[in-house]
């Protein structure tokens, strides 16, 4: 037992350690908001299944529709020095919460770009379930290595065309500050290096490896998870160098649809993340769209439930006339958009707190790390050798 008092110690946006309790917490947290439907024995791959919307997805299928299945995730264990991951804590929940369940859901620790990676899990798959039901891609990283050539790939968080300067959102002693940050042309080896990182080639050789294996159970689906988001984060995002691996994301979506699969992205919407909140200009827009929407804001679980209605068939899919799945159209409306952008112009380093729920952001930013999270006492040590789960 090594247990410990934890303190959100960091810089910037990244924290060195991570909290156990809050971290279970949170899973819970995320779980009690989901309304259950009666399991129907579906089988699922996720991921990237351990943050973000990886996350979110897997708490919802467990907790809506009470799914078997894999969740594929790379997370840090802890040390002497240091606590596990985030990830790390909130697997192991997930793992408890599925037992909870009655569900057998077991969950990998490797590294999903690999070759090795995919053998692994398509034979836990083969031996368990003999094929899947739905795969669910929420991978993001800021590397790739490619198991076939050995290449290493990093990805670039630069503007496409023309330089861009961007109002950001930092936090300086917990008192918001309002920053130009300049953003670089990406070159053109940077861009293709993005979409190796970040586009759909792993996604595809996911699928091929099921595909090839008989593993796709008839009528199966796979989404990969994806962001278009404001005009105003548009030329750091989405006609950036990353935008330019969403583009290549969705055009998989559209090559393993003519191939005979039922591929699609589905489009997310603006969420605070550990890789959101990496982002030049995202956390101030984001902080910005929680000023104006409030409770209307819908969180990654909420909108994770209603993928797996629309994935299962319990409602009918919302695509948009290039075949993704639409779970951001209450960001992008006129008027929320209109209101967003006021707000935006309008910002001040002066008035900065006023106008962005800033307060609200840094919260969301260290409960990512389980702090901040109600009911836990941060006082008291907190246990965090932690196991990982060896299967439900």
Known sequence: MTDRVIKPLGRGF??????????????????????????????????????????AAT??????????????????????????????????????????????FHFVNADAFADTTKTEVLDLIAERWGGIDHLIYSVAAPRRVDPRTGETYQSALKAIGAPHTTKSLAFEDGRPMLQEVGIDVATEDEIAQTVKVMGGEDWARWVSALEERGLLKPGANTVALTYIGSELTGPIYRQGSIGAAKADLEQTALTLSKNGVQAMTSVNGAAVTQASSAIPGIGLYVSLLHKVLGDGLQTPIQQSVALWDQLTGETPLDLDDEVRIRLDRWELTDDVQAAVRAQWEAATQENIADVADTEWFLAEVRRLYGFDVPGVDYEAPAEVDVEWPRGV
């Open 59 to 104: 708490i919802a299928g467990l907790a809506r529709y009470g799914i078997d299945g894999v969740g594929v995730s790379f997370e840090k264990a802890p040390t002497a020095r240091r606590t596990a991951t985030a990830g790390w804590y909130r697997t192991a929940e997930t793992a408890v919460l599925a037992a909870e369940y009655g569900r057998e």
């Open 14 to 55: 990244l924290f060195l350690d991570s909290h156990p309790a809050g971290c279970a917490r949170i899973v819970r947290d995320a779980a009690a908001q989901v309304e259950r439907r009666a399991p129907e024995r579906r089988t699922a791959l996720v991921v990237g299944s351990s943050s973000g919307y990886g996350l």
